[in-house]
């Protein structure tokens, strides 16, 4: 493997940690020491639970809870228990020294903290992998939050995808697991993930993006960041007081209109998903803030997805069909999101999908949790030969989010019924705009392509049909049974000409006098009558067989 000799402790950590969660088979593909690798190793550890294999990704550092929160979104890759143990890793470590957030934050603002910031507390409020937060207060007296990249984490992050990353290639290159789940692709979308996470500006613009597309919703808000004090390592935001749902007590729940507010957030994540193509791929309860007026904030914007208007209106159509328990057009949407791979089963998708959705049909709405479903139909289409599509198993994990959130503030909530009224309206939405002056005005355009580019495209049909040598190739669905078939054709209608020339011969050769006679008639002529006779019966009962034949 052509990697720097300085990686070689990091890569025998992760051959460690695949080797002890029963991936030998990686570790041989990247030719690494498996007596090496289980030196110092008790026996007992090779066998371990879900919680101890999320624990040992959170030890690996940073960029392997990163990847922990990547694996919780693929049921195709693992078993449940440690989808849900990786769903809670918790990204907390040791806060760093003051004086070093001191350091980055006057480097990064270009002025010293006190002429900055009225006042800057040296406790910080959290603590994280990539960063830290720090409450402080602005010279014009609003009170803000200040989020501080770790010292060195971008160099140490870039060093283990360097590592990564050949140890990736080779798995992709050498194994059936790499080819099978197109680890490449898998990974090439993480590195980009982290990379945009790392800087800060990024997610400022998030911050204002998604406000923005919350306009319609009084009960939602966004922390916005401060201008002029946001930098790629230091991201200032306005300070939202609150408490996060998951500690919800159940006597602070009777306080607020939970049902209100979860209908609202359902509703608007959809709007960001199906309209606006743009919304927060984790919105776990600690990500979700109740403010003293009864609203409910959204912070923490760094992992943000993309969706395409393609992808959107076939994710569109996967909540209908969800909703009204439709398993055919579940099957077709959930295949046009995925790539085919060569044992792609069909027959087996429809029957697997119509085991998953319809017996939820029949459940009550709130007894349904939809990104339980979306999250079992990726594993579903892995297990009939379907590569899921990102856009799925990002969507299934932020619809298990959702669902936790709603189900503390509002347990009684019908989500199904929401996101099928909802989803109705933004179907019709999605029509109107089709017929929209920007839809129509892109449509003129490419009419006024076609009609300038169609005279030179008719003139170059035209010449290949008057081509002496053109020619015309038919791909039949069996080309072998086509020809035979023809070939049974020509033979019948050989025959039948034959046939029919016996016949008139035999009576013009009854005119011609001659000594040979049989029965009183010519004796050639009554010959040639018999032959044509018997070959004519032979004919029609071959064919009345073949019709009976072919049709039963």
């Given at each position: 493997?052509?990697l720097?000799?300085?990686?070689?402790k990091?890569r025998l950590?992760?051959?460690?940690f695949?080797?002890?969660?029963?991936r030998?088979?990686?570790v041989?593909?990247l030719?690494?020491d498996?007596?090496?690798?289980?030196d110092?190793?008790e026996?007992?550890e090779?066998?371990?639970?879900?919680?101890?294999?999320?624990?040992?990704?959170?030890?690996?550092?940073?960029?392997?809870?990163?990847?922990g929160?990547l694996l919780?979104t693929?049921?195709?890759?693992?078993?449940?228990p440690y989808?849900?143990?990786l769903a809670?890793?918790?990204?907390?470590?040791?806060?760093?020294?003051f004086?070093?957030?001191?350091?980055?934050?006057?480097?990064?603002?270009?002025?010293?903290?006190?002429?900055a910031?009225?006042?800057?507390?040296?406790t910080?409020v959290?603590?994280?992998?990539l960063a830290?937060?720090?409450?402080?207060?602005?010279?014009?007296?609003?009170?803000?939050?200040?989020?501080?990249?770790?010292?060195?984490?971008?160099e140490?992050?870039?060093e283990?995808?360097?590592v990564?990353?050949?140890?990736?290639?080779?798995?992709g290159?050498?194994?059936?697991?790499?080819?099978?789940f197109?680890v490449?692709?898998?990974?090439?979308?993480?590195?980009?993930s982290?990379?945009?996470?790392?800087?800060?500006?990024?997610?400022?613009?998030?911050?204002?993006?998604?406000?923005?597309?919350?306009?319609?919703?009084?009960l939602?808000?966004?922390?916005?960041?401060?201008d002029?004090?946001?930098?790629s390592l230091?991201?200032?935001?306005?300070?939202?007081?609150?408490?996060?749902?998951?500690s919800?007590?159940?006597?602070?729940?009777?306080?607020?209109?939970?049902?209100?507010l979860?209908?609202?957030l359902?509703k608007?994540?959809?709007?960001?998903?199906?309209?606006?193509?743009?919304?927060?791929?984790?919105?776990?309860?600690?990500?979700l803030?109740?403010?003293?007026?009864?609203?409910?904030?959204?912070i923490?914007?760094g992992?943000?997805?993309y969706?395409?208007?393609?992808?959107?209106?076939?994710?569109?159509?996967?909540?209908?069909?969800?909703s009204?328990?439709?398993?055919?057009?579940?099957a077709?949407v959930?295949?046009?999101l995925?790539?085919?791979?060569e044992?792609?089963?069909?027959?087996a998708?429809?029957?697997a999908?119509?085991?998953?959705v319809?017996?939820?049909?029949?459940l009550?709405?709130?007894?349904v949790?939809?990104?339980?479903?979306?999250?079992?139909m990726v594993?579903?289409?892995?297990?009939?030969?379907?590569?899921p599509?990102?856009?799925?198993?990002?969507?299934?994990?932020?619809l298990?989010?959702?669902?936790?959130?709603?189900?503390?503030?509002a347990?009684?909530?019908q989500v199904?019924?929401?996101?099928?009224?909802?989803?109705?309206?933004?179907m019709?939405?999605?029509?109107l705009?089709?017929?929209?002056p920007g839809t129509?005005?892109?449509?003129?355009l490419?009419?006024?392509?076609?009609?300038?580019?169609l005279?030179?495209?008719?003139?170059?049909?035209?010449d290949h049909?008057?081509?002496p040598?053109?020619?015309?190739?038919?791909?039949?669905f069996?080309?072998?049974?086509?020809?035979?078939?023809?070939?049974?054709?020509?033979n019948?209608i050989?025959?039948?000409?034959?046939?029919?020339?016996?016949?008139?011969g035999?009576?013009?050769?009854?005119?011609?006098?001659?000594?040979f006679?049989?029965?009183?008639?010519?004796?050639?002529?009554?010959?040639?009558?018999?032959m044509a006779?018997?070959v004519?019966?032979?004919?029609v009962?071959?064919i009345?067989?073949?019709d009976?034949?072919?049709?039963?």
């Amino acid at each position: 493997m052509d990697l720097p000799i300085n990686h070689l402790k990091r890569r025998l950590e992760i051959g460690r940690f695949l080797l002890k969660y029963g991936r030998a088979d990686l570790v041989q593909v990247l030719a690494l020491d498996e007596a090496a690798l289980q030196d110092g190793a008790e026996a007992e550890e090779l066998h371990v639970d879900p919680a101890s294999f999320a624990s040992d990704l959170e030890h690996m550092g940073p960029t392997f809870i990163k990847v922990g929160q990547l694996l919780s979104t693929r049921p195709d890759l693992l078993a449940q228990p440690y989808l849900d143990s990786l769903a809670r890793l918790q990204d907390q470590v040791q806060p760093f020294d003051f004086a070093d957030v001191e350091r980055i934050v006057e480097d990064e603002l270009g002025v010293r903290i006190s002429k900055a910031f009225a006042s800057f507390e040296a406790t910080p409020v959290g603590s994280a992998s990539l960063a830290q937060v720090h409450g402080a207060e602005l010279r014009d007296g609003r009170s803000v939050v200040v989020k501080v990249q770790r010292p060195d984490i971008r160099e140490q992050i870039l060093e283990d995808l360097e590592v990564l990353e050949g140890m990736v290639a080779l798995v992709g290159k050498h194994s059936d697991f790499g080819r099978r789940f197109a680890v490449d692709d898998m990974f090439d979308d993480f590195r980009r993930s982290m990379v945009r996470e790392l800087d800060f500006r990024r997610e400022a613009r998030n911050l204002k993006t998604i406000a923005s597309h919350l306009d319609d919703y009084p009960l939602l808000t966004v922390p916005q960041p401060i201008d002029g004090y946001c930098t790629s390592l230091v991201l200032t935001m306005e300070r939202i007081v609150g408490h996060n749902v998951a500690s919800l007590t159940p006597l602070a729940r009777t306080e607020l209109d939970g049902e209100a507010l979860a209908e609202s957030l359902i509703k608007a994540y959809l709007d960001l998903i199906l309209v606006h193509g743009v919304f927060n791929a984790d919105p776990h309860p600690g990500n979700l803030l109740i403010t003293p007026d009864g609203r409910l904030a959204l912070i923490d914007m760094g992992m943000v997805a993309y969706l395409a208007p393609q992808v959107q209106d076939h994710v569109l159509r996967l909540l209908v069909a969800l909703s009204e328990g439709n398993s055919d057009e579940v099957a077709r949407v959930v295949a046009m999101l995925g790539e085919r791979l060569e044992d792609f089963d069909e027959v087996a998708l429809r029957r697997a999908t119509a085991e998953l959705v319809l017996p939820n049909r029949d459940l009550e709405m709130g007894q349904v949790n939809l990104g339980r479903v979306v999250m079992e139909m990726v594993r579903i289409a892995a297990r009939c030969g379907l590569r899921p599509s990102p856009e799925l198993t990002m969507l299934g994990k932020t619809l298990l989010n959702l669902d936790e959130a709603t189900r503390i503030l509002a347990p009684h909530l019908q989500v199904r019924r929401v996101v099928q009224s909802h989803a109705a309206g933004l179907m019709r939405r999605h029509l109107l705009q089709s017929f929209s002056p920007g839809t129509l005005f892109t449509t003129a355009l490419e009419m006024n392509e076609l009609v300038q580019h169609l005279p030179g495209r008719l003139n170059t049909i035209l010449d290949h049909v008057a081509d002496p040598d053109f020619e015309v190739r038919i791909r039949a669905f069996d080309e072998e049974r086509l020809m035979s078939n023809l070939q049974k054709i020509a033979n019948r209608i050989t025959l039948g000409l034959v046939v029919a020339a016996l016949i008139v011969g035999a009576a013009l050769l009854a005119r011609v006098p001659t000594s040979f006679e049989i029965v009183g008639y010519p004796g050639l002529a009554l010959v040639l009558f018999l032959m044509a006779a018997g070959v004519g019966f032979v004919l029609v009962g071959n064919i009345i067989m073949t019709d009976r034949r072919d049709k039963a």
